[in-house]
């Protein structure tokens, strides 16, 4: 497997309307395009202003197909409009992709 950690620098006062846009429409439409999420985290320093989350793929291939066609969208592109019509919600993003280490077994 391949797990992408994600990172938003959320836009200064958006924190609460990127929460929303993923509650109420991009859980549901990654799922629609065979994303698995594993756990979502905000910072705990307040300052930083912070969301982060896992992704779960089987390979980059997939996770590059997955996201092309989540990106392209029609509801997708609305969600994020709509969101957006006070400006932008991050700042920054980042991708960090990880693998299981061969040593650790979880519980």
Same mark, same amino acid.
Request: charged residues 25%; positive net charge.
């Given at each position: 497997m391949l797990y992408e950690m994600r990172i938003y620098d959320v836009t200064p006062g958006k924190m609460?309307?990127?929460?929303?846009? $993923? #509650? !109420? *429409?991009?859980?549901?439409? $990654? #799922? !629609? *395009?065979?994303?698995?999420i594993k756990h979502f985290w905000v910072d705990a320093d307040d300052a930083n202003?912070?969301?982060?989350?896992?992704?779960?793929?089987p390979d980059m291939e997939?996770?590059?197909?997955n996201y092309e066609r989540f990106r392209s969208d029609p509801e997708w592109i609305e969600a994020?409009?709509?969101?957006?019509?006070?400006?932008?919600?991050t700042q920054k993003q980042?991708?960090?992709?990880?693998?299981?280490?061969?040593?650790?077994?979880?519980?």
């Open positions: 609460e309307a990127i929460i929303q846009r $993923f #509650d !109420k *429409h991009v859980v549901a439409l $990654f #799922d !629609k *395009h065979g994303m698995t202003n912070r969301l982060y989350y896992v992704v779960e793929h997939t996770r590059n197909g994020k409009r709509l969101s957006e019509l006070n400006g932008p919600l980042e991708s960090i992709f990880m693998q299981d280490a061969a040593f650790f077994k979880s519980n």
